[in-house]
């Protein structure tokens, strides 16, 4: 598991709102058996600096980066995916959720 790696969302309560859950714990902590996650979803309303844009699968999901959590790796589906090339711009969402700028 890397840090920025998108995975299908394996959980039946969520998984219709948000397909997939992109993983932003760092990879020192990957012995843990839990990640924080931030879920991706399409059709959200959206903060530009809260809530950035990225392509998966052809089709355009939101960084709904307010529902930031801890979830048990069970939750995590296949990994279908990477934002890495996206880092500086998801922890600018971060940042910007807590500091406000």
Do not use: W
Not at 62 to 91: F, M, P, W, Y
């Amino acid at each position: 598991m890397a840090q920025f790696d998108i995975y299908r969302n394996d959980d039946s309560k969520s998984a219709s709102e948000f397909p997939y859950l992109l993983d932003i714990q760092a990879e020192i902590l990957s012995d843990l058996d839990t990640r924080v996650v931030i879920p991706l979803g399409e059709n959200l309303s959206a903060i530009t600096h809260l809530n950035p844009l990225f392509e998966i699968d052809h089709k355009m999901f939101a960084l709904s980066t307010q529902e930031l959590a801890g979830v048990h790796k069970s939750v995590l589906g296949d990994k279908c995916g990477s934002l890495a090339n996206h880092r500086s711009q998801i922890i600018a969402a971060i940042d910007f959720m807590v500091s406000g700028f």
